[in-house]
Structure formats: C-alpha cells, structure tokens
C-alpha cells in the first residue's frame, strides 16, 4: 500500500473537526464488532475486513484529500456484507445507530461517552446468566465497570484513551482510577504487634487495608516482624510458670519473685541461661523448676505460634492479593519463628491465593528442606538477598508476580519496606517492531521516545489524582505502616509519602519486538539490552525532572499481552514467531536467553522494577536436585525466580 496516500488523508469528524486518517482505529472497530458477537474467532478474519477496507480507501480516495467518519462506517458494513460475517454486520450497524441516538440526546460529549460506556456493560457477554454470577459479584462488576466509564468519560486525557484503546499502551485500573487506591503495597506492620501483641489484631487490619490497596499486599521479613511476639509470649509463660511451679513447690515464700519477674523480662531468646539466674537459685529442686518453667514458656509459645499462624495464613488464603516472605533471619530465635512458619505452610499446602516468597542467602541451606517439600506441593517465589545489586538485606523487596522495589530518588534510606507501587501503565513494543521492521531502526527509537513520554505523562496523572487525597480519606493505611507517614497530618495531602513509591513502566512483547527485527540469535540478545538500556536512560531522565521513581518491569498478567496481541493481528495479520500464539510472550523465553541464568541475570538488573522468571521442575525432583538448582541460580547472580512442578520425570 502507497503510504503517503494515509499520510495526507484528512479524516472529518461529525463536529466538523479534521484529524488525521488512523489506520488503528478502524482495526479497533473492526474487533470490537467482531468481540461483540463472538466469544472466539479466526483472527485472520478480522485482519482480512480490515486490510480490504484500507484497499477500498486507497483506491477510491487516492484523489481526494478528505474523508467522513460516516463513510469510512459505511465502508466497514459493506466489507462484512461482502465477507459474509452477517451477524457482525448487525452488530456494527445497531452500535452505530445507538451512538447516533445518544448524540443526539446528550450534546455534551463526555456525557454521550458515559452512556456509551454504561451500554457496553448492558451488552457485557460475562453477565449473562450462564456465567453464574452471584449478587455481590453482579455488584461489584456493575460497580467497578461505572467508575471506569465515569473515568474515560470525565477525567482521563482523550489521548491516553486512544492510545489505550488503539493497542500502543495499556492504561491498568481504570475502574480505580478516581478512588486513589494504591496499586501494591510492603506493609511496615511493626507499630501494629507493638500496639497490640496479638496476631488477631494483626490480621484485622490485614483484611480491612485491602479496602484500600487494589493489588498484593505484602507482609515483609516476616521472620523478624514476629521476634517481639514471640519474646513477649515466652516471657508472659515464663512468668505463669514460675509464679506457678513455686507455689507449688513451697519455695515461693523464699525467693525474691519481683527480682526474678525482672530477670525475665530482659530475656530476648528463647533459651535458659542458668547464670542470669544463679542468684536466686539455691537448690538443685530449684534450679530443674527454672528450667522446667522455661521449656515448658517455649513448647506454650510455639504451640500459640503455630495456631495463630495457621489461622492468619488460611484467613488471607481466602482472600485475593496477600504474600509473606520469610527466610534470612538466622538468629536462634529466627530459627524458631521460621521453623514454625514453614510448619504451618506445610500444614496447608497446596495453598489458593495466599504466595511464599522465600529469601535465600548463600551457604544458608537450614531451611532448604523444608522448602524443597512446599516447592513440591506448590509455586513459590525465591529471590537471593546475596545478588550483586542488592547492596543490603533491606534494600530489595518482591511481590509474588516478580515485581519489586528497589531505588528511591527521593532519600537515602535503602529499606523498601513500608513503600508502594502507585501506579502502572505498560507499553506495546511489539506494535513498533511491527511497524519498523523494514525501517531504519531510528524511527523505531524515535516512537519509542513518544509513546515513553506518553507513558510518563499518564503516570504523573495518576499520581497527582492519588497524591491529591488526605489522610482522612484513607481509615487504615497510613498509620505508621508507610514510609515517612509519621509526617502526614489529618489533612494532608499524601503526595508527600507516596513520591517515596514506583511508578511502573510495563515492557511487553519484546521478545517479539526484536523478533520483528532480526532472525539472528547473535544479534537477538544485543538488541534485547540496547532497548532496555534506552528505556531505561529515558527513566533516568523522567526522575531528574519530576523527582519521582520511574521503573521498568515485565508484566506477567495475561490479560495486557492478550490485549496486545489481538489488536496487533488484527492489524498485522498473523507473522510467524510474533503474532501466532494467543498472547505475548516473556523474555525470557527467548531462545538465545531461556537455558543461560547468565544472560536472565543480566535482564533482571536491566528489570529494575523486576522480571520474572519461570522455572518448571519435575514433580518427583530430590531435595538434592533443588538444592543443586539454588546454587547454581546463586551463581549465576540471578534475582528470583518462580519455581513450578511439573509431571513426574
């Protein structure tokens, strides 16, 4: 196709309004009818009308320099005539009376594209009665699906929507977007245990701050976190039983109890030192009380433990969105707490929703056992805190999708606990692969910087719309469990603690981005770190100017690179090795990259906002052979990985 003939044809609106000819638009058009009618369909299907309708243009109007939208309408229907797709036809054709209805009725646009979007939930094949909806489900749909059109009606930028709409990026929680609720959150929950020692209180507020995060919620370094609880509940039994024993035995009158109540509550391990006691001990009878009260304050408190553990973990195994992770706290009492944790986990394996991330430091192997057990029954997120970009224990915290914290422009302060992901926009790379692979690879760059700008543009608006809420709007979340929240007054606004938060960048499809450009597998993996190094760059930029953290990452959700996909074939057909299967692929797939930890090593520090990868093992793997895969993993200086089990070998 001649395409200079698209470049100068204008395209005139209903308003009288003159816009340039958009290709993408019209493939757009073309899925939503077809989407409209069918649950699945031949893609080549689509992207047929679609390429005969750009040929009918090109060859009726290569004189004419303008074009009505109504025509290229009525284009569209004929081609489905002619094509025999007689039911997408009607469909097209009774939207587009529909919309002219409601233009008519409603003069302002914004409120006809807020009825337009209510339609669309009217005609939502996911409500009909086969799906089995229940009630609070229908609400929460209904519900969810307003404040979206409400949103791309009245307060996102038109030109973030057609990007959006038009495949190039995706606009994530768009039914969250006025609510200003945060996308993921590392929760600093020491305030809660040291306000309240109880692990009830603990998972109350778990369940109601997710009225407030839309994503994972997060429980951090929980192997610390319960040290004081576990020191408080040993002292308090050890108190009981002391007080107890004596009575018993005869020997209270003629000890100084105070003395050694005080004694106890000094105590920070769970282990009986005779010599801090030697003063008030002067009998053998004595001396087997003490110790007998001290095993017996451990044995209550591990039993409490495990209790109290196993009720949190199945209470948030119902729910969506929760994780714990765990593993580096190697004191003796850190080997208590992380004994009983993965006790109870191996209680409930497999688990629902509830994601294991374990922290793995090199030459620790006291755990691996009972870790390569719960690997077996179920996904588990690794990541090794010895990896040569985290510069300390504190600095690097995951998610269970691979998604982590990591720098913050705005402080010092290395911890990433008690810091958030505030909000997330991905990036359609395979589209500009597509488009450029016949071009000179610097009109590819030159998009890029566009669509980045685009991106970074959307994110700040995110931004300003969460940053713009107070404390009072927020019952939960910003009580000493958030990073500098101490310096939020009741009514200020929390932009002041959020811009210590990510903004993420989503990278989909570039494996086959530089599919599109190259077949050789020498070169693959040089374009694949030229790319990301230009992204990169460009963030490094979007931070000195705005002062806030921009970060890249690989989305895992399905949805965006299935999104992707369909809009690109129906618009690129379908291309071997990029546009065949059903949704984009991970990078780390990529032929050159999939078996060398070298080379993902590489990809995941360049994944500053994080990059998952995948490893299947077989169901009947040894505790050795998991063993050896850790190590090698550690070797090759790799960040985390998500490990699955497969069939048996």
Same mark, same amino acid.
């Given at each position: 196709?001649?395409?200079?003939?698209?470049?100068?044809?204008?395209?005139?609106?209903?308003?009288?309004?003159?816009?340039?000819?958009?290709?993408?638009?019209?493939?757009?058009?073309?899925?939503?009818?077809?989407?409209?009618?069918?649950?699945?369909?031949?893609?080549?299907?689509?992207?047929?009308?679609?390429?005969?309708?750009?040929?009918?243009?090109?060859?009726?109007?290569?004189?004419?320099?303008?074009?009505?939208?109504?025509?290229?309408?009525?284009?569209?229907?004929?081609?489905?005539?002619?094509?025999?797709?007689?039911?997408?036809?009607?469909?097209?054709?009774?939207?587009?009376?529909?919309?002219?209805?409601?233009?008519?009725?409603?003069?302002?646009?914004?409120?006809?594209?807020?009825?337009?979007?209510?339609?669309?939930?009217?005609?939502?094949?996911?409500?009909?009665?086969?799906?089995?909806?229940?009630?609070?489900?229908?609400?929460?749909?209904?519900?969810?699906?307003?404040?979206?059109?409400?949103?791309?009606?009245?307060?996102?930028?038109?030109?973030?929507?057609?990007?959006?709409?038009?495949?190039?990026?995706?606009?994530?929680?768009?039914?969250?977007?006025?609510?200003?609720?945060?996308?993921?959150?590392?929760?600093?929950?020491?305030?809660?245990?040291?306000?309240?020692?109880?692990?009830?209180?603990?998972?109350?507020?778990?369940?109601?701050?997710?009225?407030?995060?839309?994503?994972?919620?997060?429980?951090?370094?929980?192997?610390?976190?319960?040290?004081?609880?576990?020191?408080?509940?040993?002292?308090?039994?050890?108190?009981?039983?002391?007080?107890?024993?004596?009575?018993?035995?005869?020997?209270?009158?003629?000890?100084?109890?105070?003395?050694?109540?005080?004694?106890?509550?000094?105590?920070?391990?769970?282990?009986?030192?005779?010599?801090?006691?030697?003063?008030?001990?002067?009998?053998?009878?004595?001396?087997?009380?003490?110790?007998?009260?001290?095993?017996?304050?451990?044995?209550?408190?591990?039993?409490?433990?495990?209790?109290?553990?196993?009720?949190?973990?199945?209470?948030?195994?119902?729910?969506?969105?929760?994780?714990?992770?765990?593993?580096?706290?190697?004191?003796?009492?850190?080997?208590?707490?992380?004994?009983?944790? *993965? &006790?109870?986990? @191996?209680?409930?394996?497999? !688990?629902?929703?509830?994601? +294991?991330?374990? #922290?793995? $430091?090199? %030459?620790?192997?006291?755990?691996?056992?009972?870790?390569?057990?719960?690997?077996?029954?179920?996904?588990?997120?690794?990541?090794?805190?010895?990896?040569?970009?985290?510069?300390?224990?504190?600095?690097?915290?995951?998610?269970?999708?691979?998604?982590?914290?990591?720098?913050?422009?705005?402080?010092?302060?290395?911890?990433?606990?008690?810091?958030?992901?505030?909000?997330?926009?991905?990036?359609?790379?395979?589209?500009?692969?597509?488009?450029?692979?016949?071009?000179?690879?610097?009109?590819?760059?030159?998009?890029?910087?566009?669509? *980045? &700008?685009?991106? @970074?543009?959307?994110?700040? !608006?995110?931004?300003?719309? +969460?940053?713009? #809420?107070? $404390?009072? %709007?927020?019952?939960?979340?910003?009580?000493?469990?958030?990073?500098?929240?101490?310096?939020?007054?009741?009514?200020?606004?929390?932009?002041?603690?959020?811009?210590?938060?990510?903004?993420?960048?989503?990278?989909?499809?570039?494996?086959?981005?530089?599919?599109?450009?190259?077949?050789?597998?020498?070169?693959?993996?040089?374009?694949?770190?030229?790319?990301?190094?230009?992204?990169?760059?460009?963030?490094?930029?979007?931070?000195?100017?705005?002062?806030?953290?921009?970060?890249?990452?690989?989305?895992?959700?399905?949805?965006?690179?299935? &999104?992707?996909?369909?809009?690109?074939?129906?618009?690129?057909?379908?291309?071997?090795?990029?546009?065949?299967?059903?949704?984009?692929?991970?990078?780390?797939?990529?032929?050159?990259?999939?078996?060398?930890?070298?080379?993902?090593?590489?990809?995941?520090?360049?994944?500053?906002?994080?990059?998952?990868?995948?490893?299947?093992?077989?169901?009947?793997?040894?505790?050795?052979?998991?063993?050896?895969?850790?190590?090698?993993?550690?070797?090759?200086?790799?960040?985390?990985?998500?490990?699955?089990?497969?069939?048996?070998?």
């Amino acid at each position: 196709m001649k395409k200079d003939i698209f470049e100068e044809l204008i395209v005139v609106k209903r308003s009288g309004q003159r816009v340039s000819f958009n290709n993408y638009k019209i493939a757009v058009a073309i899925k939503q009818a077809f989407d409209h009618v069918y649950g699945t369909y031949n893609e080549k299907e689509v992207n047929k009308v679609y390429e005969d309708v750009l040929k009918y243009i090109e060859t009726n109007y290569v004189n004419r320099k303008t074009i009505n939208v109504e025509d290229i309408q009525d284009i569209i229907e004929n081609k489905l005539k002619e094509e025999k797709h007689y039911k997408v036809y009607k469909a097209f054709s009774e939207y587009r009376q529909k919309r002219a209805a409601s233009r008519q009725v409603f003069k302002v646009k914004q409120q006809s594209k807020f009825i337009k979007a209510m339609e669309k939930i009217a005609e939502d094949n996911a409500l009909r009665s086969e799906n089995n909806y229940k009630p609070k489900d229908l609400l929460n749909h209904y519900g969810k699906n307003i404040v979206k059109g409400f949103s791309k009606s009245y307060l996102i930028d038109n030109k973030y929507l057609r990007a959006h709409d038009e495949g190039n990026i995706y606009l994530h929680d768009m039914e969250l977007f006025p609510l200003g609720v945060l996308s993921s959150v590392h929760l600093n929950l020491k305030n809660i245990l040291e306000t309240d020692n109880s692990l009830n209180n603990l998972l109350w507020y778990l369940l109601k701050v997710k009225d407030e995060i839309n994503g994972e919620i997060n429980i951090p370094a929980l192997d610390f976190l319960l040290e004081n609880w576990v020191v408080n509940n040993y002292r308090n039994y050890f108190h009981e039983y002391i007080i107890k024993y004596l009575k018993i035995t005869g020997f209270y009158e003629y000890v100084n109890i105070k003395k050694i109540l005080d004694q106890i509550n000094k105590e920070k391990i769970l282990e009986f030192d005779l010599a801090k006691y030697q003063n008030y001990i002067f009998s053998k009878q004595v001396e087997d009380i003490f110790k007998k009260c001290s095993e017996d304050a451990i044995a209550k408190t591990k039993e409490d433990l495990l209790l109290n553990l196993t009720n949190v973990f199945q209470s948030l195994d119902e729910e969506q969105s929760y994780s714990i992770s765990f593993g580096t706290n190697f004191s003796i009492l850190g080997e208590f707490i992380n004994s009983i944790i *993965l &006790e109870s986990l @191996k209680k409930l394996i497999p !688990l629902k929703n509830l994601k +294991i991330i374990f #922290k793995i $430091k090199k %030459n620790q192997t006291k755990y691996l056992s009972s870790i390569s057990e719960i690997i077996k029954n179920g996904e588990i997120l690794i990541t090794f805190i010895d990896n040569s970009f985290n510069k300390d224990n504190l600095e690097v915290e995951y998610f269970a999708d691979g998604t982590r914290l990591f720098e913050n422009i705005n402080t010092n302060n290395r911890e990433s606990v008690g810091r958030m992901i505030v909000a997330r926009t991905s990036l359609n790379l395979t589209r500009l692969g597509l488009k450029y692979r016949n071009s000179n690879i610097k009109e590819f760059y030159g998009e890029l910087t566009e669509n *980045l &700008e685009l991106v @970074k543009n959307n994110l700040l !608006l995110s931004f300003e719309t +969460i940053g713009n #809420k107070t $404390k009072v %709007n927020y019952q939960i979340l910003f009580n000493n469990n958030i990073l500098d929240d101490e310096k939020l007054e009741e009514g200020n606004k929390i932009r002041k603690v959020i811009k210590n938060g990510v903004l993420l960048i989503g990278i989909v499809g570039l494996k086959e981005c530089v599919l599109s450009f190259t077949d050789d597998i020498n070169k693959q993996f040089k374009l694949v770190t030229e790319i990301l190094e230009f992204i990169n760059k460009k963030c490094r930029e979007f931070e000195n100017d705005t002062k806030l953290n921009f970060q890249i990452y690989e989305p895992v959700e399905t949805m965006v690179r299935k &999104e992707f996909m369909a809009l690109d074939k129906a618009i690129y057909g379908i291309n071997k090795n990029i546009t065949e299967d059903s949704k984009y692929d991970l990078i780390s797939n990529l032929s050159i990259i999939k078996e060398d930890y070298k080379k993902q090593s590489i990809l995941q520090k360049l994944f500053i906002g994080g990059n998952l990868l995948e490893i299947n093992i077989p169901a009947n793997s040894s505790e050795k052979r998991i063993v050896n895969l850790l190590e090698n993993l550690i070797d090759s200086d790799i960040g985390s990985i998500k490990i699955k089990v497969g069939k048996k070998d």
